[in-house]
């Protein structure tokens, strides 16, 4: 199994750009998950898919943020128009069905640098 | 809201020393999860512990779980260098999303 596939791996952008991260699930999940991680505010979930549905996007911190999913194997976080705070390494998770122990298989990360 | 949080945050012990990391959870759940991460990579599940009184071992590693205390352990028995990393634990809220605690930097020393 390849894991969570996760594009770029790093990004360095200048404020005011748009930056678009990529997340491929593990085969057969039906939960996709966002998180951001910083060092002030630790891990934060942003927003989580059920069967390619937005479930939970309380953790969006702005309207520039947006997240797609439109089938079940791709996903996309979007930044338009990014800013320094945006700073970060944006992890993508997945897990299998509700009827599963509920573990959240984690990609590599992008980390995203805004100038 | 659900508030996960974790003691030390910080530890730095030498090689062959036993420790206790606690993580403490301010509503009921009935899961936790405990994962690892070293720098500049992915967090690595550790353990699932899914009722009260679980108790799961890896190696060095014993992670326990007390629903009614509304906490959970990880205990490390003679700590060796490769156990040097972030330990987070998450708790589930309602159906599916996960809350982390602030992580523990642990440090081994030779």
């Known amino acids: 199994d390849a894991g969570v596939i996760q594009s770029p791996r790093h990004e360095v952008t200048e404020m005011g750009q748009e930056v678009t991260l990529r997340c491929k699930p593990i085969?057969?999940?039906?939960?996709l998950f966002w998180y951001r991680q910083t060092m002030m505010r630790g891990l934060e979930l942003l927003i989580y898919?059920?069967?390619?549905?937005?479930?939970?996007d309380s953790g969006m911190p702005e309207d520039r943020f947006s997240a797609k999913m439109p089938n079940a194997s791709f996903s996309t976080l979007k930044i338009q128009p990014s800013e320094p705070r945006d700073s970060a390494v944006y992890f993508c998770?997945?897990?299998?069905?509700?009827?599963?122990?509920?573990?959240?298989?984690f990609g590599e990360g992008s980390r995203l640098t805004v100038l | 809201e659900l508030k996960v949080e974790q003691n030390p945050l910080f530890l730095s012990m030498q090689e062959g020393k036993n420790y206790t990391i606690y993580c403490n959870y301010s509503?009921?759940?009935?899961?936790l999860y405990w994962y690892r991460q070293d720098p500049g990579k992915s967090l690595e599940s550790l353990f699932v512990?899914?009722?009260?009184?679980a108790v799961k071992q890896e190696g060095r590693l014993m992670a326990s779980l007390d629903t009614k205390a509304r906490l959970s352990t990880l205990h490390i028995t003679a700590a060796v260098h490769d156990l040097s990393a972030t330990y987070f634990c998450?708790?589930?809220?309602?159906?599916?999303?996960?809350?982390f605690g602030q992580g523990t930097r642990l440090t081994i020393n030779p």
């Open positions: 998770a997945s897990k299998a069905g509700r009827r599963n122990t509920g573990e959240l298989f």
């Open positions: 085969s057969g999940h039906n939960s």
């Open positions: 898919f059920n069967n390619n549905v937005p479930i939970d």
């Open positions: 509503t009921t759940s009935d899961r």
């Open positions: 512990l899914l009722s009260n009184g």
């Open positions: 998450a708790v589930i809220q309602g159906a599916q999303k996960l809350v």
